[in-house]
């Protein structure tokens, strides 16, 4: 079945330490995204990617970095650096940059213990 | 940069009423599309309804049908026969059809809880 798969379900972290969450998606979408979701608030993009070996930087980049080598994943390392790192992560993808429709995964819940 | 509200952080209904979810956006652009997506506790998200700003008659799916009123820049989600599995946060998001990169901008979201 295509679809997009995040792993793992839960993480956790210890402070200073960096995590990578991965992404995966068999659907040959172009473009994939990153969001971060936090209680009572919506989603907020995190990076996005409309092409292999390319991304941007979306409205809360700054402790979090990410790498496009493959069309089918878009791995997301949450750095020390991210102050409150805690939250629930959505990745997503769509057929094109100018998506008329994501498609979203499971999500993976980061807890920094 | 577009901005999405929703006023309504809960609300409640009783199994096959009918209940209708606010939404108000802010943009300066013409060219656009509008989504609602329903997280359910699984907090899988899942695409409700879309809309394209281009369009004057409004989406429905089912059960589910929009009041686009793009002067006012409101896009409501009214849900017809409620149903206890449309227990869910509800989240409208705003694209902007312009831009090259595209930028899903989401809503607070509003918790439904359909009561039996």
């Known amino acids: 079945d295509g679809g997009i798969t995040q792993s793992p379900k839960y993480l956790f972290r210890k402070e200073g330490q960096n995590v990578t969450l991965s992404c995966e998606q068999n659907?040959?979408?172009?473009?994939m995204y990153w969001y971060r979701q936090d209680p009572g608030q919506g989603l907020r993009l995190i990076y996005y990617s409309q092409i292999v070996n390319d991304f941007q930087k979306g409205d809360i980049a700054e402790g979090y970095s990410v790498s496009r080598e493959k069309k089918e994943s878009f791995p997301l390392t949450v750095t020390s650096a991210q102050k409150n790192p805690t939250a629930f992560y959505l990745c997503a993808s769509s057929i094109s940059p100018r998506l008329t429709e994501a498609f979203f995964g499971q999500g993976t819940r980061l807890t920094v213990v | 940069a577009q901005t999405v509200t929703q006023s309504q952080p809960e609300m409640s209904v009783q199994e096959a009423e009918t209940v209708t979810l606010s939404c108000t956006y802010d943009?300066?652009?013409?060219?656009?599309?509008l989504f609602w997506y329903k997280q359910p506790p699984s907090r899988q998200m899942i695409l409700v309804i879309r809309q394209e700003a281009y369009k004057q008659q409004n989406a429905t799916e089912n059960r589910f049908s929009v009041n686009f009123q793009k002067a006012a820049k409101s896009f409501s989600l009214k849900i017809s026969d409620s149903q206890l599995g449309d227990t869910a946060m509800y989240f409208c998001?705003?694209?902007?059809?312009?831009?090259?990169?595209?930028?899903?901008?989401f809503g607070e979201g509003t918790q439904l809880t359909v009561n039996p």
């Open positions: 943009t300066s652009e013409s060219n656009y599309y």
């Open positions: 998001a705003f694209m902007n059809g312009e831009t090259s990169g595209s930028r899903l901008t």
């Open positions: 659907l040959n979408h172009d473009a």
